[in-house]
T-cell receptor, first 114, second 110 residues
Framework: GAVVSQHPSRVICKSGTSVKIECRSL??????MFWYRQFPKKSLMLMAT?????????EQGVEKDKFLINHASLTLSTLTVTSAHPEDSSFYIC??????????FGPGTRLTVT | DAKTTQPPSMDCAEGRAANLPCNHS???????VYWYRQIHSQGPQYIIH???NNETNEMASLIITEDRKSSTLILPHATLRDTAVYYC???????????FGTGTRLQVTL
Protein backbone atom coordinates (compact mmCIF):
# COMPACT_ATOMS: atom_id res chain seq x y z
CA GLY A 1 0.00 0.00 0.00
CA ALA A 2 0.85 3.65 -0.06
CA VAL A 3 3.57 4.83 2.29
CA VAL A 4 4.14 8.11 4.05
CA SER A 5 7.49 8.82 5.63
CA GLN A 6 8.58 11.40 8.17
CA HIS A 7 11.99 12.74 8.99
CA PRO A 8 13.42 12.89 11.54
CA SER A 9 11.78 10.22 13.70
CA ARG A 10 13.14 11.85 16.84
CA VAL A 11 14.63 15.25 17.49
CA ILE A 12 15.86 17.03 20.58
CA CYS A 13 16.40 20.76 20.40
CA LYS A 14 17.13 23.61 22.74
CA SER A 15 14.50 26.09 23.73
CA GLY A 16 14.35 29.02 21.33
CA THR A 17 15.57 27.15 18.27
CA SER A 18 13.53 26.06 15.24
CA VAL A 19 12.94 22.52 14.07
CA LYS A 20 11.81 21.32 10.66
CA ILE A 21 9.89 18.07 10.18
CA GLU A 22 9.43 16.58 6.73
CA CYS A 23 6.51 14.51 5.50
CA ARG A 24 6.80 12.65 2.22
CA SER A 25 4.39 10.55 0.21
CA LEU A 26 6.64 7.87 -1.24
CA UNK A 27 4.70 6.33 -4.11
CA UNK A 28 1.81 8.66 -4.68
CA UNK A 29 1.13 12.34 -5.04
CA UNK A 30 -0.68 14.34 -2.41
CA UNK A 31 -2.05 17.79 -3.09
CA UNK A 32 -3.23 17.83 0.51
CA MET A 33 -1.52 16.64 3.65
CA PHE A 34 -2.55 16.93 7.28
CA TRP A 35 -0.50 17.65 10.37
CA TYR A 36 -1.46 16.36 13.80
CA ARG A 37 0.08 16.57 17.23
CA GLN A 38 -0.39 14.12 20.04
CA PHE A 39 0.44 14.53 23.71
CA PRO A 40 1.13 11.48 25.89
CA LYS A 41 -1.93 9.30 26.44
CA LYS A 42 -4.06 11.72 24.43
CA SER A 43 -5.72 11.52 21.05
CA LEU A 44 -4.46 13.08 17.83
CA MET A 45 -5.35 16.72 17.37
CA LEU A 46 -5.44 18.16 13.88
CA MET A 47 -3.22 21.22 13.59
CA ALA A 48 -3.46 22.20 9.96
CA THR A 49 -4.15 21.19 6.41
CA UNK A 50 -1.22 21.58 4.06
CA UNK A 51 -2.13 22.50 0.49
CA UNK A 52 0.27 22.18 -2.43
CA UNK A 53 0.69 25.52 -4.12
CA UNK A 54 -1.28 27.53 -1.62
CA UNK A 55 -1.35 28.53 2.04
CA UNK A 56 -2.01 26.04 4.77
CA UNK A 57 -5.31 26.06 6.62
CA UNK A 58 -4.88 26.11 10.39
CA GLU A 59 -7.29 24.79 12.98
CA GLN A 60 -8.62 27.14 15.58
CA GLY A 61 -6.10 27.89 18.29
CA VAL A 62 -3.04 26.85 16.28
CA GLU A 63 -0.56 29.69 15.77
CA LYS A 64 0.33 29.87 12.11
CA ASP A 65 3.44 31.97 12.79
CA LYS A 66 4.74 29.38 15.20
CA PHE A 67 3.97 26.31 13.14
CA LEU A 68 5.06 27.12 9.61
CA ILE A 69 3.84 24.76 6.93
CA ASN A 70 5.22 24.59 3.41
CA HIS A 71 3.86 22.19 0.80
CA ALA A 72 6.73 22.48 -1.65
CA SER A 73 5.76 19.70 -4.04
CA LEU A 74 3.18 17.01 -4.59
CA THR A 75 5.17 14.63 -2.40
CA LEU A 76 6.59 16.86 0.34
CA SER A 77 5.17 18.94 3.14
CA THR A 78 7.25 20.44 5.93
CA LEU A 79 6.29 21.63 9.39
CA THR A 80 8.66 24.05 11.09
CA VAL A 81 8.25 24.66 14.78
CA THR A 82 9.71 28.11 15.31
CA SER A 83 11.21 29.32 18.58
CA ALA A 84 10.40 26.02 20.19
CA HIS A 85 9.63 25.81 23.90
CA PRO A 86 9.28 22.82 26.21
CA GLU A 87 5.48 22.93 25.89
CA ASP A 88 5.92 22.22 22.16
CA SER A 89 7.36 18.82 23.02
CA SER A 90 4.98 16.35 21.45
CA PHE A 91 4.49 13.61 18.86
CA TYR A 92 3.88 15.15 15.44
CA ILE A 93 2.20 13.02 12.78
CA CYS A 94 1.36 13.76 9.17
CA UNK A 95 -1.08 12.05 6.86
CA UNK A 96 -2.03 12.11 3.22
CA UNK A 97 -5.12 10.89 1.38
CA UNK A 98 -4.15 7.86 -0.68
CA UNK A 99 -7.36 7.44 -2.54
CA UNK A 100 -11.02 8.20 -2.29
CA UNK A 101 -11.38 6.84 1.22
CA UNK A 102 -8.09 6.03 2.86
CA UNK A 103 -5.64 8.21 4.72
CA UNK A 104 -2.07 7.10 5.12
CA PHE A 105 -0.18 8.22 8.19
CA GLY A 106 3.49 8.75 8.70
CA PRO A 107 5.31 7.05 11.58
CA GLY A 108 5.48 10.26 13.56
CA THR A 109 8.21 12.55 14.84
CA ARG A 110 8.89 12.86 18.54
CA LEU A 111 10.03 16.35 19.41
CA THR A 112 11.65 17.08 22.74
CA VAL A 113 12.49 20.68 23.57
CA THR A 114 14.93 21.12 26.45
CA ASP B 1 -18.39 15.20 11.23
CA ALA B 2 -20.61 13.18 13.54
CA LYS B 3 -19.38 12.55 17.07
CA THR B 4 -18.58 9.02 18.18
CA THR B 5 -18.61 7.36 21.59
CA GLN B 6 -16.36 4.43 22.45
CA PRO B 7 -15.52 2.66 25.72
CA PRO B 8 -12.15 3.89 27.00
CA SER B 9 -10.65 0.43 27.38
CA MET B 10 -11.23 -3.26 26.78
CA ASP B 11 -9.37 -6.49 27.43
CA CYS B 12 -9.33 -9.55 25.23
CA ALA B 13 -7.64 -12.92 25.57
CA GLU B 14 -5.29 -13.88 22.78
CA GLY B 15 -6.98 -16.07 20.19
CA ARG B 16 -10.44 -14.83 21.08
CA ALA B 17 -12.53 -12.41 19.09
CA ALA B 18 -12.29 -8.76 20.07
CA ASN B 19 -15.54 -6.85 19.59
CA LEU B 20 -15.11 -3.08 19.79
CA PRO B 21 -18.33 -1.04 19.87
CA CYS B 22 -18.90 2.48 18.65
CA ASN B 23 -21.95 4.70 18.94
CA HIS B 24 -22.56 7.35 16.29
CA SER B 25 -26.20 8.24 16.75
CA UNK B 26 -25.96 11.55 14.85
CA UNK B 27 -24.42 10.08 11.72
CA UNK B 28 -25.62 11.59 8.45
CA UNK B 29 -26.71 9.67 5.41
CA UNK B 30 -23.55 10.44 3.46
CA UNK B 31 -21.10 9.70 6.27
CA UNK B 32 -18.99 6.58 6.38
CA VAL B 33 -17.78 4.73 9.45
CA TYR B 34 -14.01 4.37 9.56
CA TRP B 35 -11.80 2.46 11.92
CA TYR B 36 -8.14 3.20 12.53
CA ARG B 37 -5.78 1.90 15.13
CA GLN B 38 -2.63 3.28 16.67
CA ILE B 39 0.00 1.05 18.13
CA HIS B 40 2.10 2.76 20.77
CA SER B 41 4.39 5.48 19.39
CA GLN B 42 3.41 4.84 15.77
CA GLY B 43 1.18 6.60 13.27
CA PRO B 44 -2.43 5.44 12.94
CA GLN B 45 -3.19 2.55 10.61
CA TYR B 46 -6.33 2.24 8.50
CA ILE B 47 -8.36 -0.87 9.27
CA ILE B 48 -11.69 -0.78 7.50
CA HIS B 49 -14.60 1.44 6.56
CA UNK B 50 -18.24 1.05 5.58
CA UNK B 51 -21.39 2.96 4.75
CA UNK B 52 -24.28 0.68 5.63
CA ASN B 53 -23.39 -2.84 4.61
CA ASN B 54 -21.21 -5.07 6.73
CA GLU B 55 -17.64 -5.21 5.51
CA THR B 56 -14.79 -7.68 5.90
CA ASN B 57 -11.16 -7.56 4.93
CA GLU B 58 -8.00 -9.38 5.93
CA MET B 59 -7.73 -7.44 9.16
CA ALA B 60 -11.24 -7.21 10.53
CA SER B 61 -14.99 -7.19 10.06
CA LEU B 62 -17.25 -4.18 10.46
CA ILE B 63 -20.84 -4.65 11.50
CA ILE B 64 -23.10 -1.61 11.12
CA THR B 65 -26.59 -1.64 12.59
CA GLU B 66 -29.52 -1.16 10.27
CA ASP B 67 -30.24 2.34 11.62
CA ARG B 68 -26.50 3.12 11.31
CA LYS B 69 -26.39 4.59 14.79
CA SER B 70 -23.78 2.15 16.01
CA SER B 71 -21.18 -0.27 14.72
CA THR B 72 -18.84 -2.97 15.94
CA LEU B 73 -15.33 -3.72 14.81
CA ILE B 74 -14.48 -7.38 15.10
CA LEU B 75 -10.96 -8.77 15.23
CA PRO B 76 -11.73 -12.47 14.81
CA HIS B 77 -8.61 -13.90 16.45
CA ALA B 78 -6.84 -11.26 18.48
CA THR B 79 -3.09 -11.49 18.96
CA LEU B 80 -0.75 -9.60 21.23
CA ARG B 81 0.20 -7.42 18.25
CA ASP B 82 -3.39 -6.15 18.11
CA THR B 83 -2.86 -4.29 21.38
CA ALA B 84 -3.48 -0.68 20.38
CA VAL B 85 -5.87 2.25 20.62
CA TYR B 86 -8.75 1.81 18.19
CA TYR B 87 -10.48 4.88 16.81
CA CYS B 88 -13.96 4.92 15.31
CA UNK B 89 -14.46 7.95 13.06
CA UNK B 90 -17.42 9.00 10.95
CA UNK B 91 -17.08 11.40 8.06
CA UNK B 92 -18.15 12.00 4.49
CA UNK B 93 -16.44 9.59 2.15
CA UNK B 94 -14.04 11.96 0.50
CA UNK B 95 -10.37 12.28 1.32
CA UNK B 96 -10.90 14.97 3.90
CA UNK B 97 -9.45 15.49 7.33
CA UNK B 98 -10.09 13.03 10.12
CA UNK B 99 -11.25 14.07 13.58
CA PHE B 100 -10.07 11.64 16.23
CA GLY B 101 -11.98 10.98 19.43
CA THR B 102 -10.51 9.33 22.48
CA GLY B 103 -10.73 5.78 21.10
CA THR B 104 -10.71 2.41 22.87
CA ARG B 105 -7.50 1.08 24.31
CA LEU B 106 -7.55 -2.66 23.57
CA GLN B 107 -5.24 -4.82 25.65
CA VAL B 108 -4.76 -8.36 24.37
CA THR B 109 -3.49 -10.69 27.04
CA LEU B 110 -2.09 -14.22 27.14
Amino acid sequence: GAVVSQHPSRVICKSGTSVKIECRSLDFQATTMFWYRQFPKKSLMLMATSNEGSKATYEQGVEKDKFLINHASLTLSTLTVTSAHPEDSSFYICSAPGGAYEQYFGPGTRLTVT
Amino acid sequence: DAKTTQPPSMDCAEGRAANLPCNHSTISGNEYVYWYRQIHSQGPQYIIHGLKNNETNEMASLIITEDRKSSTLILPHATLRDTAVYYCIVRAGTASKLTFGTGTRLQVTL
